[in-house]
């Protein structure tokens, strides 16, 4: 089960894969299309499923992702789930439309390859938080529904 979930254009595909490659140095397990898509799965499910069992949203933001109908939906199904969305911001643009809907509240961290290591270890941070309160979550959830069903 990844615990991240990360989202980009197909552009900024090299440093989405940077970004991966720290997170898993740091004992946090990624997942990210097209390298985790199994063979004969859908995009579409591979895609939602990842996204559902993950704590943690990291979006590489860029001028490209505004324009991304697919990185669109990934984020608006991660804020749906209520996800913790994590932005690391690739260039100057802003966020417009229904991103700026997602994003405008959020706090950013810039990315650059000199700040990998630095934002990578801040997202381990939160994504172990994230995970002890998704656990949490999950076992009232459980606790809830054997006494429905006793």
């Known amino acids: 089960m990844p ?3 990360i989202s980009h254009s197909s552009i900024n595909r090299e440093l989405a894969s940077a970004v991966k490659a720290e997170l898993i140095a740091n004992g ?3 997942w990210m299309a097209p390298d985790d898509i199994a063979l004969g799965q859908t995009w ?3 895609i939602a499923e990842a996204i559902s069992v993950a704590a943690v949203f990291v979006l590489l933001w860029s001028s490209r992702s505004q324009t991304s109908s697919q990185v669109k939906r990934e984020l608006s199904l991660a804020a ?7 932005p690391l911001k690739l260039d100057d643009s802003a966020p417009s439309g229904a ?4 994003l405008t509240n959020t706090h950013w961290m810039q990315l650059t390859p000199s700040t990998i290591k630095k934002c990578c270890t801040s997202i381990g941070g939160q994504t172990r ?3 002890i309160i998704q656990q949490r979550s ?3 959830a459980d606790r809830k529904s054997t006494r ?3």
Not at 80 to 86: A, E, G, N, R, W
């Open 3 to 5: 615990a991240v979930f």
């Open 28 to 30: 946090i397990s990624c």
């Open 138 to 140: 999950s076992l009232k």
């Open 129 to 131: 938080s994230a995970q």
């Open 44 to 46: 579409e499910d591979a």
């Open 99 to 102: 991103f700026a809907y997602y």
């Open 148 to 150: 429905l069903n006793s």
């Open 80 to 86: 749906s789930q209520q996800k913790l969305i994590i």
